[in-house]
């Protein structure tokens, strides 16, 4: 896994703060595991579409969140529907 993203924690949830992100060129995306509860998290738009453009991203991936490497695998990307911009990012924790 060579692809390594850097990641906030999101607190602030809701279609009002995913849109604030989205104008800030960030992207809200969240990090699901087994047994486990989901963590949101934010992701810089350009760093994840330049990522996004390898087919290494599709393989699997390291997050660093919070000083912890996470590897996760991309399940489903949200793409606008006009624009193709990515809006929303589901990973799993391998």
Same mark, same amino acid.
């Given at each position: 896994? !060579?692809? /390594?993203l850097?990641?906030?924690l999101?607190t602030d /949830? +809701?279609? +009002? !703060?995913s849109?604030?992100l989205? #104008?800030? *060129?960030?992207?809200?995306?969240?990090?699901?595991? %087994? +047994?486990?509860?989901t963590? %949101?998290?934010?992701l810089? *738009?350009?760093?994840l &579409?330049q990522? !996004?453009?390898?087919?290494? @991203?599709?393989?699997g991936? %390291?997050?660093?969140?919070? +000083?912890?490497?996470? !590897?996760?695998? =991309?399940?489903?990307?949200?793409?606008h =529907? #006009? %624009?193709?911009? &990515?809006?929303?990012?589901? @990973?799993?924790?391998?």
């Open positions: 896994m !060579a692809i /390594t850097e990641a906030q999101r /949830t +809701g279609r +009002g !703060a849109r604030r989205r #104008v800030a *060129e960030r992207i809200p995306a969240i990090i699901v595991e %087994s +047994g486990k509860e963590v %949101s998290i934010i810089d *738009e350009k760093k &579409i990522a !996004a453009l390898n087919d290494e @991203f599709y393989q991936l %390291s997050i660093s969140l919070d +000083g912890n490497t996470i !590897a996760v695998k =991309p399940i489903a990307i949200q793409r =529907p #006009v %624009s193709s911009r &990515i809006i929303h990012v589901d @990973f799993k924790r391998v």
